[in-house]
């Protein structure tokens, strides 16, 4: 991935709701796409990566992934959040030079 | 496993003062190191790799004389940031890439939040 991009800057959900956070990678070769999380006052905590294989990731915490290589795309997806996902969001992924590109960040806040 | 730290969490300097942050790798062994700044609502933005035993490589735009970067051994990496300025506020974050787990895995610290009064 050359780039990564997040287009959705602050997300707002009830308790219950699905989620679904975008993003989308500029094509680079090898594709390896990493979602990673970052609660209030905590460290990066990976979710769940895609190297190869089958385009559904599953992840910790009830999180999913779906790479689907036609969009350019690795959306991030929780059939039903809780309180407790309040936290910023991060997609990132590896360019041809092997740096970790992150996107712009999520933030999700949970309503309870 | 796979659990990387870093000290000080927090750290307030003068201008014009020196601060060392330290990035350990605590049950692994990591032949890379990663250094990232963060800004308050923004993504991180790679800093510099650093290898043990070897130079540190710098991004473009971060200056390696006011960024010095010191990979000692397979588990210590350090960050000094010389002569700190207001505008070097920021939340520095280091991460770790095992030795056996391939080159795409990254742990991440807890991060260090510097501030330069």
């Known amino acids: 991935a050359q780039s990564v991009s997040q287009h959705n800057h602050h997300v707002i959900l009830s308790e219950a709701a699905s989620l679904e956070l975008g993003c989308n990678y500029s094509y680079g070769g090898t594709v390896n796409l990493f979602w990673y999380v970052q609660y209030p006052g905590q460290h990066l905590q990976l979710l769940l990566k895609y190297f190869s294989g089958d385009p559904l990731v599953k992840g910790i915490k009830g999180f999913e992934a779906e790479f689907i290589k036609s969009k350019f795309s690795f959306n991030l997806r929780k059939p039903s959040v809780q309180w407790s996902d309040t936290a910023e969001y991060f997609c990132a992924g590896y360019n041809q030079g092997g740096k970790l590109i992150f996107g712009q960040g999520t933030e999700l806040s949970v309503k309870p | 496993g796979a659990v990387v730290s870093q000290h000080p969490s927090r750290v307030i300097c003068k201008s014009g003062t020196s601060v060392k942050i330290e990035c350990r790798s605590l049950d692994f062994q990591a032949t890379t190191m990663f250094w990232y700044r963060q800004f308050p609502k923004q993504s991180l933005m790679l800093m510099a790799t650093s290898n043990e035993g070897s130079k540190a490589t710098y991004e473009q735009g971060v200056e390696k004389d006011k960024f010095l970067i010191n990979h000692a051994s397979l588990t210590l990496s350090t960050l000094t940031v010389t002569s700190a300025h207001p505008e070097d506020s920021s939340f520095y974050i280091c991460?770790?890439?095992?030795?056996?787990?391939?080159?795409?895995?990254?742990?991440f610290g807890p991060g260090t939040r510097l501030t330069v009064t």
């Open positions: 991460s770790a890439t095992p030795r056996q787990g391939g080159f795409y895995e990254q742990y």
